[in-house]
């Protein structure tokens, strides 16, 4: 089992040493692993994470690594703030969520933005994702009445 969190996830330049080579090889011998190149936006700007329940958007929270880190979770001390997306962001956010069939109960994408501007696809949460209900007022009963109608209809389907 493995757990999320940024757990097991290194931050590498190009040129690797001997005993990192060894840690990456002990870590990730028996599993599979994500490659992906570093936006070093990060470090600034953070990652916008924006919420979708029922296929509608939700809300959107800024995550952004403390000093010295380029991890965004706030295990690991990131400051998250609620936010209001960019429309072009929103716009995004919407292409993508309409592309997923069937559509989903809930889901999350985390985008980042690269040194042209564009907002980047860094990760798309379907299963498990931390939906942040708590920094908006008004998602946690948004989620419920989502999910309500999505067991509703499950039970309706099965009777």
Known sequence: MYTAYATDTFLLKRDVNEETLRELTTCFADRAFLVQPFISNIHTEGEYSLFY???EYSHCIQKT?????????EEYGSEIVRVDPE???LGIADKVSAKIQPRPVYCRSDYVRDERGDFLLMELE????SLYLRMDNTAPRRFANVLDRHVRRQTNRLT
């Open 87 to 89: 429309d072009h962001l």
């Open 65 to 73: 690594p403390r000093t010295g880190d380029f991890r965004v979770q």
């Open 126 to 129: 379907l299963i498990e994702p």
């Open 53 to 55: 329940m029922g296929g």
